[in-house]
């Protein structure tokens, strides 16, 4: 296989997944190369992608069938399971086959996935991404990719279109997934102090957008943009609208690095914190809630309204 004649399948067209499958259908059809392939458990989310020129199919183990490289950016562990154990039925026609995962995913899965993969002679690369949705978007999301060797380089063209830079993580499959969790580590700390301090901007009378102002003048676009999805009120959007970084998605990712952590025994106390603070959230407000939906806990601890003025009012 060269990388002219690779073809190319995509699975899970969710938040992530759309944006990044439509920079490489983009990239496939400048370069005449074959079209992306790709299925989703809502199929109609592709339309978008056949529009670009992709093709649909209908079930994974086609998808399978009918690529050389295919790529999964789902929500879970359970999700790439259930996924891998359907390709599996496909049989000895895996051999040669390069397995992707974009997705955040404990390191035991995806050790799984490479040994139950490699007994079809069908290698695994673990490819978790850095970047919210509209990074994606952009193609400037940051990849840790680990996997053989010789995969890995197979399919560098194709992460380099959606991503603006590769963390070489070598052979072991455990650490992309672990690095992918500990930036996991930072990303909802940072959040939870941020709706901390925006709390205390509401009951001080500080004001929220002067906090978000320093945000942005002290520590860049990056926090300035998380602090953004607490006063827009994107942490908690309206019911027919999907939010960000589910807050279902974070609570995932806070229980692999909680439950890494305590077997290593160590803790991360900022995280326990953000992680409760979350549940509380999802339980109030349902799941329609973005990652800083802690926010909306940390307002009802101050004895304010779960909602702001800018978010949705209620369920
Ligand atoms: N959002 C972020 O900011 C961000 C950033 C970096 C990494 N991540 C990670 O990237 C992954 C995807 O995130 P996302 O925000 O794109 O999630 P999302 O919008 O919720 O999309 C999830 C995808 O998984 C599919 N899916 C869910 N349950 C399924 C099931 N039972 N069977 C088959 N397919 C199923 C969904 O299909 P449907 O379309 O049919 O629902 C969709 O394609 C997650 O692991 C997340 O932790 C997210």
Known sequence: MTPSTLRIGWYGLGSMGLGMSLNLQKYLQTNNLSPLHYSNRTLSKGDVLHDEGAVPEEKFEDLVRNSDVIFTMISNDDVLT????KALVVGDSLKGKIFVDTSTIHPDTSEWATSRLG??????IAAPVFGASPVAAAGKLIFAVAGPAKAVETIKPLTNVMGRSVIAMGEDVRKSSLLKISGN????SFMEVIAEAQVFAE?????NQQLEEFIGNMFGPVLESYSKRITTGAYAPP??????FAASLASKDMKHALSIAASHSTRLPTLEVASDRLISARDYAGECLDSS????TGRMEAGLSFWSENS???N
């Open 185 to 188: 580590i930072l990303v909802i």
């Open 293 to 296: 939906a802690i926010y909306g």
């Open 239 to 244: 019911l027919d609208t999907s939010p960000g």
């Open 312 to 314: 949705r009012q209620g």
């Open 119 to 124: 007994e079809y002679g069908a290698a695994f």
């Open 82 to 85: 259930e996924l891998l154990n």
């Open 203 to 207: 009951v001080t009378g500080i004001g």
